[in-house]
């Protein structure tokens, strides 16, 4: 009788392939932990791996839910603003003029919204006498001089823009 000899990683027990084995399912192991975390949702829900979403699609359905949603719970706060005023044009916007802001929110006919400081959230109402007829806007864009008191509001042409000019105003932003 002949003996056959099969060789690989199962088929010896050897301490070394044993070794080899369990370091490949440690490995495997701390990579789905890694895979898991990052992609995991705040909700506690995992995003699905074989769905390719590019950030500016997530931000931009983050945007459209952020303009629809209900008017948010909170006090109102009174600040006094330096506001000024912007349309999407390239003169204002430069190489930002693509029609969408900067929490990626595509700019619809109608749209009333505006820039707003970091310290703003995205999503953060602020009603503006002047502006909306006095209805609450929610903060939907940044802008590079758009820092501390100073708001940025939105018109769809230029025109309106250098109309609104340059005011300073106390306005009331919703706090959480």
């Known amino acids: 009788m002949q003996k056959t000899t099969v060789t690989g990683v199962y088929s010896s027990s050897s301490p070394r392939s044993v070794l080899s084995i369990l370091l490949y399912i440690a490995v495997f192991c701390v990579l789905s932990c890694i895979i898991v975390r990052s992609y995991a949702k705040p909700n506690g ?94 903060v939907l864009d940044r802008g590079g001089a758009i820092r501390a008191n100073r708001l940025d509001v939105f018109f769809h042409s230029h025109k309106e823009a250098l109309k609104w000019g340059v005011k300073y105003l106390d306005v009331k932003v919703r706090r959480k």
């Open 45 to 138: 829900r995992l995003a699905l791996l074989s769905t390719t979403v590019t950030e500016a699609e997530a931000a931009s359905s983050n945007a459209n839910n952020l303009f629809d949603n209900p008017k948010q719970s909170g006090k109102w706060q009174t600040v006094q603003m330096y506001i000024t005023a912007y349309c999407p044009c390239e003169k204002c916007c430069g190489e930002y003029s693509n029609g969408k802001t900067a929490c990626g929110h595509k700019i619809r006919p109608g749209d009333s919204f505006v820039a707003a400081d970091r310290k703003y959230p995205f999503g953060t109402e602020i009603i503006i006498a002047d502006y909306n007829d006095g209805e609450p806007v929610k």
